[in-house]
């Protein structure tokens, strides 16, 4: 399995969740992450800004990735799907805001591969309390934690919204409602 963004917090759950699994998992990250995402249970993890990291993620898994997942939102669909095993799947879920994206079919059908969409905002608000049970379930006993670059009262959700709008942001800013709020 390949995970893009596995020093991330979904790719982080991952990587976690794929190795308990019993998948070998190949991710991408910055050389400052990489002990981190290999703890998660990465079996190795490249630098997405090196300028062969095609060539690498080809050579760490020969066969092809019987699931591509990108929670970066870096990659390209035409390179993922050149990656695919036989059979296998490519799940889309980031790059929204990256204009029109460019699917080769014939090298997706050619390979009886998939590709599977999804948005978390698609789910009911019963199901989106269903998976966070189950998430907190299966990651409970395992050295996967959120980052939290930040946590902020309710008033400062302006600074919020700007600071990850400039980029930059690692992690989650939580906003905290309490007595530093003024409530």
Same mark, same amino acid.
């Given at each position: ?12 759950? @991952? &990587?976690? /969740?794929?190795?308990?699994? $019993?998948?070998? =998992?190949?991710? *991408?990250?910055?050389?400052?992450? +990489? !002990? %981190? ?42 390179? @993922? &799907?050149? /990656?695919?095993?036989?059979? $296998?799947?490519? =799940?889309?879920? *980031?790059?929204?805001?990256?204009? +029109? !994206? %460019? ?62 709008? +400039? ?17």
């Amino acid at each position: 399995m390949y995970v893009g963004g596995g020093a991330g917090n979904v790719g982080g759950a @991952a &990587v976690t /969740l794929a190795s308990r699994a $019993g998948a070998r =998992v190949v991710a *991408t990250a910055r050389p400052e992450d +990489a !002990a %981190e995402v290999r703890h998660l249970g990465a079996a190795e993890v490249l630098d997405y800004r090196s300028p062969d990291l095609g060539e690498q993620l080809r050579r760490a898994a020969p066969g092809g990735y019987h699931v591509h997942l990108d929670t970066s939102g870096r990659g390209l669909l035409a390179d @993922a &799907v050149d /990656l695919l095993a036989p059979g $296998g799947r490519l =799940v889309a879920m *980031t790059g929204l805001g990256r204009g +029109a !994206a %460019e699917l080769p079919l014939g090298r997706l059908y050619t390979r009886d591969a998939s590709i599977v969409g999804f948005a978390l905002s698609n789910a009911a608000t019963a199901d989106l309390a269903e998976a966070a049970e189950g998430a907190v379930g299966a990651l409970g006993d395992t050295p996967w934690r959120p980052r939290i670059a930040d946590r902020l009262p309710l008033s400062r959700t302006a600074e919020a919204h700007r600071r990850m709008d +400039a980029g930059g942001v690692r992690g989650r800013l939580v906003l905290t409602v309490g007595a530093a709020d003024g409530r």
